[in-house]
T-cell receptor, first 111, second 114 residues
Framework: SQQGEEDPQALSIQEGENATMNCSYKTSINNLQWYRQNSGRGLVHLIL?????REKHSGRLRVTLDTSKKSSSLLITASRAADTASYFCATVTSGNTPLVFGKGTRLSVIA | DVKVTQSSRYLVKRTGEKVFLECVQD?????MFWYRQDPGLGLRLIYF???????EKGDIPEGYSVSREKKERFSLILESASTNQTSMYLC?????????????FGQGTRLTVV
């Protein structure tokens, strides 16, 4: 069952611009995570935000969570060509349940 | 450096063959997962395991089985491969915690069934 839905499906920006990706989900969650996937590779964990948190930062990444709207956003500031990848949100509904992924946003950063 | 290793990056098999996809992790994680990834569908959970010799069905278990005889190894088995199982298969592991932490992924196996 698909829990998260990312928006937009694809995003193309110039190097140095900010990139914002959104994720909406359906049921209440314990935490939400963002992952990155370079073309044809495995996923790499970027950041985790718990349901009682509203914002979190990690380097050039900023994640927000609005549990009342069941949505999250990932902001990448000052993007670089190396940020070109697909980005996925994944939710954990409770305890030790498996991650449920959305369909991803494909980000292209043009040098 | 933590590692999840999948036995093959690319695999080509014939319809009807029995296919084994192997995944090994060196982090002593309790949880292991198999996902498949298809364009436009994202990642879908096939099977997962919280401990040795235990398994749980995910969202799309039909046509697959799994084996976890040792803590570090989680195998995905396609009993009789079909062309609609052509996909990217991703293995992941995570530690058992009261609440879920990040998952670590292998590099993926791109399986083509002809």
């Amino acid at each position: 069952s698909q829990q998260g839905e990312e928006d937009p499906q694809a995003l193309s920006i110039q190097e140095g611009e900010n990139a914002t990706m959104n994720c909406s989900y359906k049921t209440s969650i314990n935490n939400l995570q963002w992952y990155r996937q370079n073309s044809g590779r495995g996923l790499v964990h970027l950041i985790l935000i718990r349901s009682n948190e509203r914002e979190k930062h990690s380097g050039r990444l900023r994640v927000t969570l609005d549990t009342s709207k069941k949505s999250s956003s990932l902001l990448i500031t000052a993007s670089r060509a190396a940020d070109t990848a697909s980005y996925f949100c994944a939710t954990v509904t409770s305890g030790n349940t498996p991650l449920v992924f959305g369909k991803g946003t494909r980000l292209s950063v043009i040098a | 450096d933590v590692k999840v290793t999948q036995s093959s990056r690319y695999l080509v098999k014939r319809t009807g063959e029995k296919v084994f996809l192997e995944c090994v992790q060196d982090m002593d994680h309790e949880n292991m997962f198999w996902y498949r990834q298809d364009p436009g569908l994202g990642l879908r959970l096939i099977y997962f395991s919280y401990d040795v010799k235990m398994k749980e069905k995910g969202d799309i278990p039909e046509g697959y089985s799994v084996s976890r005889e040792k803590k570090e190894r989680f195998s995905l088995i396609l009993e009789s491969a079909s062309t609609n199982q052509t996909s990217m298969y991703l293995c992941a592991s995570s530690p058992l915690r009261r609440t879920h932490t990040e998952a670590f992924f292998g590099q993926g196996t791109r399986l083509t069934v002809v």
